[in-house]
């Protein structure tokens, strides 16, 4: 949906500051009137830092960000032969979603049909669309829609064409666990045998990345046409102009940057950011370029510091508790506990857990979140006694709260807090792990077109600009959707290149 328009006033201001760039001189019809008059500039008056534009480099499709979103908005312009470049702030690839527990929701993939588990990805967004209606979120149903069923094209295609490599669902579908979640090899927090696979296989098919440029500006020709963007090399701390027929940006949510979250979601701005990467960055370029927010002041999930072991509920049977020993949310929903944590006022919160987890389908996941959390981990103890005294809580509060857990058990039902999975007693010896609840993804980001395309306020299309995964709203903020978007940014930027 490329379209051309005239944004000069807009893009004056932007020019002005320096926030966007002007490529072999001004903008026409914005040129300084000169005289030395305030509120005018002078021929030669610059901005600090912003040289003129001068192309080092050319490409077909430029991806800001390396995460899950760049990464799969590069498959299907390589596939059809553009010549693509991602680009990364950092010394390597992957942003956040490298980090990521690898939790992905994903309904009638191969890999789930040939284990035997049904699912058809239309069927589950019509059952899903009640859910977006009930929280209001019913804007640009389509681009929603996409970003659903295409989860399900981004497993296939990363599994068959690149190597990505998933956990056998034998592991665990018939623990009860859900079967709707597929997770890479070894389990949660293996997300690089995932996504290693897909960076090394666009790089096969002719993709090129390049590290330590950061994007700061976007560059726009004499018309305010978007042509390419600036970056600092961070390394060589020099300015790096590229020029790019279509740009996707894809660097992330704004998590980490405290002055946007103390604006957009106040709620959340006294909790501390659990990584350092989601800056906002291409958020703040976008709307520098006239692109224009949306969903900002939507509250995402908490998260744990320990986020693995917060997604273990999901996989093996837990019992999680305030420090003063009482259970305070089903334990088999990963974002229950920070979130209650958070707003409950009680600073952390225990996980504890027995054998059934340290030998069960995320083995791997456990026995790694043990060794390289060990400040955070108490036990083996072989009392309940013993436990409380190890975790410092009271040991007669923590007594009746096993009690009535295991009144819930034997009566098959968790009427306390309705939890539905892995509703299993434990038993001795007892291991607690330690968490505080954090920040970790935000929702807001730009608006855009169905097929991705940065608007402005009223729409209207940013020509040669898309957005995808945690920049904009959305995308649903988490890995497999994210995929999802950035595979729609790809496919319209093959469409485009068309033209
Ligand atoms: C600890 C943790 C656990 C999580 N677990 C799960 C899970 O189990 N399941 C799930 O679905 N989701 C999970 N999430 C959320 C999920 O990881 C994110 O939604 C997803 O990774 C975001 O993908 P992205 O590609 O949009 O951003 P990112 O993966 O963050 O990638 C953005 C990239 O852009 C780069 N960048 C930023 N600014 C610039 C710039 N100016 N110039 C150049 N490059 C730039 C960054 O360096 C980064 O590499 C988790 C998140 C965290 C933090």
Redesign the pocket.
């Known amino acids: 949906m490329e379209t051309s328009m005239n944004r000069r006033n807009f893009l004056k201001a932007a020019v002005a500051s320096g926030a966007v760039l002007v490529a072999g001189g001004a903008l026409a019809g914005c040129a300084p009137s000169g005289g030395g008059k305030a509120g005018s500039a002078s021929e030669g008056d610059s901005v600090v830092g912003t040289s003129p534009v001068s192309f080092t480099e050319e490409t077909d499709v430029l991806i800001?960000?390396?995460?899950?979103?760049?990464m799969s908005a590069a498959m299907d312009p390589v596939e059809a032969g553009h010549k693509v470049m991602l680009?990364?702030?950092?010394d390597r690839?992957?942003?956040?979603?490298f980090?990521?527990?690898?939790?992905?929701n994903v309904s009638g993939s191969k890999m789930q049909k040939d284990a035997g588990i049904p699912g058809d990805p239309e069927e589950k967004w019509k059952a899903y669309l009640p859910v977006l209606e009930k929280k209001g979120e019913t804007d640009d149903m389509d681009y929603k829609h996409n970003v659903y069923v295409y989860q399900t094209e981004w497993a296939d295609r990363v599994a068959a064409d690149y190597g990505g490599k998933f956990q056998p669902l034998a592991d665990y579908k018939d623990t009860g666990a859900p079967t709707s979640m597929l997770l890479p090899e070894h389990g949660i927090g293996d997300m690089t045998t995932v996504l290693t696979p897909l960076q090394k296989g666009l790089e096969e098919k002719g993709a090129t990345y390049k590290l330590n440029?950061?994007?700061?500006n976007f560059i726009v020709d004499k018309d305010g046409t978007p042509i390419g963007v600036r970056f600092h090399d961070e390394k060589n701390d020099k300015n790096v102009d590229v020029k790019a027929s279509k740009i996707i940006v894809?660097?992330?949510?704004f998590s980490c940057n405290q002055e946007m979250v103390s604006t957009f979601v106040p709620s959340q701005a006294r909790l501390g950011p659990?990584?350092v990467?989601?800056?906002g960055?291409?958020h703040q370029m976008c709307k520098a370029l006239g692109g224009s927010y949306m969903h900002m002041d939507m509250e995402a999930n908490l998260?744990s510091d320990l986020?693995q072991v917060t997604?273990w509920g999901y996989f093996g049977p837990n019992v999680q508790v305030t420090p003063q020993g009482k259970r305070f949310i089903k334990e088999d929903q990963s974002h229950d506990s920070p979130t209650a944590c958070y707003e409950g006022g009680f600073g952390y919160w225990w996980t504890i857990f027995d054998n059934q987890l340290i030998t069960g389908s995320q083995a791997w996941n456990v026995e790694l979140n043990m060794k390289n959390n060990a400040d955070r981990l108490v036990g083996p103890c072989d009392t309940l006694d013993d436990l409380a005294a190890a975790m410092d809580v009271p040991a007669d509060a923590l007594k009746a709260t096993f009690e009535s857990y295991d009144a819930q058990v034997a009566a098959g039902e968790d009427k306390e807090f309705g939890k539905k999975l892995f509703l299993q007693s434990l038993s001795a010896p007892y291991y607690a792990m330690k968490h505080f609840p954090y920040r970790?993804?935000t929702h807001g980001g730009m608006k855009i077109t169905t097929d991705s395309q940065l608007t402005d306020k009223d729409g209207t299309p940013i020509p040669n600009v898309y957005c995808c995964?945690?920049?904009v709203a959305d995308s649903g903020?988490?890995?497999?959707p994210?995929a999802a978007s950035g595979l729609i940014s790809g496919k319209a930027v093959v469409e485009a290149l068309k033209a």
């Open positions: 800001l960000g390396t995460g899950i979103a760049g680009a990364d702030k950092l690839v992957g942003g956040e979603s980090i990521a527990c690898g939790v992905m440029l950061r994007a700061t894809a660097t992330g949510g659990l990584t990467y989601s800056m960055e291409g998260m986020a997604v970790y993804k995964g945690s920049t903020s988490d890995l497999s994210n």
